[in-house]
């Protein structure tokens, strides 16, 4: 079964739309959402709606839940509060409530589906060092456990030097993310797995930027949002 992976959307159509196409074209079998649809960017009710759409499986982000419910909203940046306020708004109830009763984590075709971490999933434990990732793997059974969270793409074995994807070794891997990367690279980000073979693939998709930092501004959200996704920081 080949999976496309995508998270941190972050209400980012531009990013998504750009994806999926994208996705459309290399023959994938099923796409699976790693959470945070909303949050950030201007246009979280059409992000929603495609990913309700195109998703076979959704698991629930933080900002998901601060959109919501507004639970953990004191936590977020003042940036990401103005925009969780804004993105709330212009939910319905109905989309609230979808967002508001999904899952923490998934397992399915022997794999682990999480927005941050397995240990703690409904913490939103960001994983930013070699030990902490390390500890993950008690927390999972699965060979592979997918995350996202942190908008950096990375991959982590069980076994100290074992970086490429391959039968035999477990893996924690982070897809990266679609909407706001912060690695450097302001391209789109998401990742195609085939559970057969066991081949990853993370993609770097070019989007319209300019468009995406438009409609933050319409939406008069803070200025700052749009600005960090020409640097992919």
Known sequence: MRIALLSDIHSNVQALEAVLSHIDTRGVDSVYCLGDIVGYGADPGECLEIIRSRCAIVVLGNHDLAVATE??????????????????????DEQKK???????????????LVHASPQYPDRWQRLGSFLVSQAQFKYFSTDICFVGHTHSPTVTSNRIGISRVRKGYRFLINVGSVGQPRDGDPRACAALFDTSTFEYELLRIPYDIDAAKSRILEEDLPSGLGERLTFGR
């Open 98 to 112: 979808y967002l508001s009763e999904l899952p923490l984590s998934v397992e399915t075709e022997s794999l682990t």
């Open 71 to 92: 639970s953990g909203l004191e936590v977020l940046p003042p940036d990401g509060q103005s925009a969780a306020r804004h993105n709330e708004r212009a939910l319905d």
